[in-house]
């Protein structure tokens, strides 16, 4: 992507480079001692310090947020940025908690995994008793119950809306670095092999800016004329309470509606038992923050508010990445395809990057009658030199083609007592379309049922569109899903969602129209105790392509069966002890895979310190039934290995808050496989400082 020019010190480079190799060849040598020979010490070292040990972690409960999802969404391999949109969402919302007390639907709305029943309730239940005092209270709105009640408790703040303003967040200045580096990579890279994040927020009473700087692994510490970090990004935003509500300039993200048309940040439907928002959320502009190189806007936007109604302008220019096919070999003609990894740490890579200008602009009007809400939005793509497709496959007969697209949009949502009815119509300059239509219902307060229907036909397109349960525009899926939700018995919550799905043309690993279907059961236990436990069976059928006689491809049913349990005990508010195991049973001839791990998070008193550990085993069949399994990392960073073949894999982490001002991150994790395997060991170490003022 474009990087703005911005000055930049160069001097200190050598240094730098001294540092990096000299911390990395120390940490990476130190794994024989730390983690390989004293392991089970540290191990036998925790149930020692039980007694120590008395307050609560709200990391730990974030954590918990996060891991059930993010899961899911690594298993889905056709969306990839979708595990970090989802986890620097959460992410954003711990450092900038949602005004509860404001009963704002717009902020409440933040709170994207809250269906809209549930953001309803909340504010008309503030509405009526004037507001929340304590987290506890949360349990008496309707919809809501104790395990949700606890899910938004690190994402939310009590204080009032004027103490506590949703676009201002404290501290004022926050300063993040992030430094990784993975032990036994031998490829030949341009730059240096480890990554470097760093973010720098200014935050103030209805005004913030930032700054985002990565390099990833391979790729130079600065790169270009003038020179810079592979990605820069920046923002200046400004926001008010009167008919000016949003001006942001620099890099910013944007949804309207339900996102079939404009969404560059998180889609809907995220989880088969976990629906979120379906609904769509109020329309919404927002400085960009990430570090993902592909999907955001670099210009200028503004929201305005009129009583009830609501407009929206953006305008965007910027650089991507693509490859070029040149006639002549010196003047580019056309783009054959976009390159969205964001890594350029080859020659070819480097070839890619802001090769071609995108323009994007275009604009919303929305009407609120609170039971009823608006929407229309049209918008328009432009490209400096035009897409052309050499149809080699079937499957590639929808594609895009041209310079310049346009998408126009409607949409609505509407609330009539305990049911929720809600969809988006849109359509591109070709006339593909892409419909939405779902309805949820509350028949009882510990109840709830949704149904969701969207069809996007072969060949809509829409670059900046996410729908629900979507991972590109031209999903070409026609597609039912249904989610129920309640409370079975006393501290027993059950949810189970289903998806169908019929594809009218072709798609890849499958030559002929076909269909899958995907289901999902989540059962949890949570007494009053200091115990929980949890078990989740998910089923998928889905039709591929396999290799016949005479090389011509035949399908057949793939199915693919998983089993997760977790028990989780919790002797002292801040000490967890976690178990957990996997089971994955795929295809036929049947691959199975299964995993059992151990985790250990606990947080001293009497020291600032926090650990995270992790013991796990795994052994699969082959790669298909490879397992993922969340881990706690650094702030704004996730990993989710996928395990396959037979090894272990152990992690520790430990953040310390050494002032008032600061705290810092250190983990180092280690995947070792059996001799059988044939694999090599690997090692990663990880290093964050974050300082506040």
């Known amino acids: 992507m474009a990087k703005r020019s911005m000055n930049t010190h160069r001097s200190k480079l050598p240094y730098y480079n001294l540092f990096h190799y000299s911390f990395a060849f120390f940490v990476l040598n130190f794994e024989n001692f730390a983690v390989k020979k004293y392991f089970f010490c540290i191990f036998f070292f925790v149930f020692y310090s039980i007694s120590s040990i008395n307050t ?194 620099g890099d910013y993200s944007a949804k309207f509606g339900l996102g079939t048309a404009i ?184 109840f709830s049922l949704t149904l969701l229907f969207r069809n996007y036909e072969p060949g809509f397109m829409a670059f900046h569109g996410r729908g629900p349960f979507s991972t590109t525009s031209g999903d070409n899926i026609k597609g039912l899903y249904a989610n129920l939700t309640f409370e079975a018995a006393k501290y027993f919550f059950m949810s189970a969602g289903c998806d169908l799905r019929n594809y009218p043309w072709l798609r890849y690993r499958c030559s002929v129209p076909s269909s899958s279907f995907g289901s999902e059961i989540r059962l949890k236990y949570i007494p009053a105790g200091s115990w929980s436990a949890e078990a989740v069976f998910g089923f998928r059928k889905s039709i591929t392509d396999v290799s016949g006689s005479l090389g011509i491809e035949k399908q057949k049913e793939s199915e693919a069966r998983l089993l997760k349990g977790s028990l989780k005990y919790s002797p002292g508010g801040n000490f967890t002890l976690t178990s957990r195991i996997g089971y994955n049973i795929i295809g036929s001839p049947q691959s199975r895979g299964m995993f059992i791990m151990q985790d250990i998070n606990w947080r001293f008193t009497k020291i600032p310190v926090s650990v995270w550990m992790r013991y796990c085993i795994f052994s699969t069949d082959d790669w298909e039934s490879r397992l993922y399994t969340y881990e706690n990392d650094l702030l704004h960073s996730y990993s989710i290995p996928a395990l396959s073949d037979e090894g272990k894999r152990t992690y520790a982490m430990v953040a310390w808050k050494f002032s008032g001002h600061g705290d810092m991150r250190v983990k180092y994790a280690m995947t070792e496989f059996n001799e059988k395997s044939g694999r090599s060991s690997s090692g990663e170490i990880k290093v964050q400082v974050r300082f506040w003022f």
């Open 263 to 446: 969404n560059t940040g998180l889609r809907t439907g995220l989880s088969l038992t976990s629906p979120g928002c379906l609904s769509g959320g109020i329309d919404e502009i927002r400085p960009y923050t990430s570090s993902d190189e592909n999907n955001f806007f670099r210009g200028a936007a503004m929201m305005l508010r009129y009583k009830k109604l609501d407009l929206s302008f953006f305008y965007s220019v910027n650089k991507i990445d693509a490859t070029v096919i040149s006639y002549d070999g010196i003047h580019p003609d056309y783009i054959e395809s976009f390159y969205t990894s964001g890594v350029h740490n080859s020659y070819n890579s480097l070839l890619k990057k802001d090769s071609v200008s995108e323009l994007n602009y275009g604009a919303t009007l929305g009407l609120n009658l609170n039971n009823l809400l608006l929407g229309l939005l049209w918008t328009k793509t432009e490209f400096s030199l035009p897409v052309k497709t050499t149809v080699k496959d079937p499957v590639d007969l929808y594609d895009f083609e041209g310079s310049s697209n346009q998408t126009v949009s409607g949409y609505y949502r509407a609330s009539l007592g305990r049911t929720m009815l809600f969809g988006e119509f849109s359509s591109d300059r070709r006339g593909h379309m892409a419909i939405v239509q779902g309805i949820s219902m509350r028949p009882a307060e510990r």
């Open 56 to 249: 609560r972690c709200q990391e730990e409960n974030l954590s918990e947020s996060i891991a059930s999802f993010a899961e899911e969404l690594a298993e889905n391999e056709t969306d990839p940025e979708a595990v970090a949109a989802y986890i620097e969402k959460l992410h954003e919302l711990t450092e900038n908690p949602v005004a509860l007390n404001s009963a704002d639907e717009t902020e409440l709305s933040r709170l994207f995994f809250l269906t809209g029943f549930q953001i309803r309730a909340l504010a008309e239940y503030i509405h009526s008793t004037g507001r929340i005092f304590s987290v506890y209270e949360i349990v008496n709105v309707p919809g809501f119950d104790r395990e949700l009640a606890s899910l938004i408790i690190p994402f939310i703040s009590l204080e009032s809306k004027a103490t506590q303003p949703s676009d201002f967040k404290r501290p004022l200045n926050t300063v993040l670095t992030n430094f990784s580096a993975k032990q036994g990579q031998t490829e030949e890279y341009s730059g240096t092999d480890h990554k470097i994040l760093l973010k720098y927020k200014l935050n103030g009473n209805g005004f913030s800016a930032g700054i985002t700087a990565e390099k990833d692994s391979g790729e130079r510490y600065f790169s270009g004329d003038p020179a810079q970090p592979d990605f820069l990004s920046g923002h200046l935003a400004w926001f008010g309470t009167g008919m000016i509500r949003k001006i942001i300039i």
